[in-house]
């Protein structure tokens, strides 16, 4: 358990699973991390093992033993250079098992984020959705987040299909700052 930003951290690794759930006692809300394997295609438990508070600093060790290393909140990437991805999922939105026509998807979100070089200098958003629980998900759709400075670029994906239980998923891996503050969908609800 540590402190973090204002927020009291509770961290529990399952090893056998591959998983760590994280509970945030400020929001009273369980989160998952983890370390994105690019040849899992998943999301693999988080690699600190060990953590101390020392010189004004969070500092873990490695699980794996390679290192000990300080957390931050200002870099955006792993350690060597990795990159950190992130994905947020929303509940199921249902209605009595009738069909909901999707018209659009709009994320409210920090934009104008990019980098002033390299990767991220044009982040861009994924977005999926699934309307069997989680059992598969749709094709990923991009869309920008702003180049530096772009604060009026908007997150909208439009004609986003038809579902009776569908949930979403937003993600992305540039080294920016990220912050999702709300999701706005257009929804019309059918006949039967």
Request: charged fraction near 25%; proline fraction near 3%; aromatic fraction near 14%.
């Amino acid at each position: 358990a540590f402190e973090r930003e204002g927020h009291e951290l509770y961290v529990l690794e399952f090893p056998t699973q591959g998983k760590t759930l994280v509970y945030d006692g400020t929001t009273n809300e369980w989160v998952r991390w983890g370390f994105w394997s690019s040849n899992a295609n998943d999301f693999l438990a988080w690699r600190p093992r060990w953590h101390c508070k020392a010189f004004d600093r969070n500092l873990v060790g490695d699980g794996s033993g390679a290192g000990l290393y300080s957390l931050s909140s200002t870099v955006y990437t792993d350690v060597g250079g990795d990159e950190l991805r992130w994905l947020r999922r929303s509940p199921h939105l249902s209605a009595e098992n009738v069909r909901l026509f999707f018209d659009f998807f709009e994320l409210e979100c920090a934009r104008g984020v990019g980098t002033t070089a390299g990767q991220g200098v044009d982040p861009l958003i994924s977005l999926r959705y699934s309307d069997d629980g989680g059992k598969t998900w749709s094709d990923a759709r991009t869309r920008e987040l702003g180049a530096l400075g772009e604060y009026d670029t908007r997150v909208r994906w439009d004609c986003c299909g038809s579902g009776r239980d569908r949930g979403w998923e937003v993600s992305g891996s540039d080294p920016v700052a990220i912050e999702v503050i709300d999701a706005f969908v257009g929804v019309t609800k059918g006949l039967h």
